[in-house]
């Protein structure tokens, strides 16, 4: 589902700290601490895993699954272009 390093990249990606990523998806700093520190594949409460994975998404963070298409095949994230992302236009281009 999700890797230690995506979580760590995607929350770097964002901006957020560890307290910020806590309180979007509604769970505490420590279970983000421990899902951080984990070896591989995050396990844990299937909800908590959910509320995570949700809000990184909704945040515009898509994680690469191993074996979807990239260059080297592996695990990543990526930040998705969403319309709130995109710069406002100019006065003169509306």
Excluded: H, Y
Excluded at 22 to 42: N, Y
Excluded at 53 to 64: C, D, F, H, M, S
């Amino acid at each position: 589902m999700i890797t230690a390093a995506q979580l760590r990249a995607a929350r770097a990606l964002l901006g957020l700290d560890q307290k910020a990523l806590a309180g979007l998806c509604g769970l505490s700093v420590p279970t983000i601490q421990r899902m951080e520190g984990s070896d591989g594949v995050i396990r844990g409460n299937v909800d908590s895993l959910m509320k995570l994975v949700g809000a990184l998404e909704r945040a515009g963070v898509e994680l690469i699954a191993e074996g979807n298409v990239s260059e080297a095949g592996g695990r990543g994230v990526r930040l998705r272009d969403l319309p709130a992302r995109r710069p406002a236009p100019l006065p003169d281009e509306a």
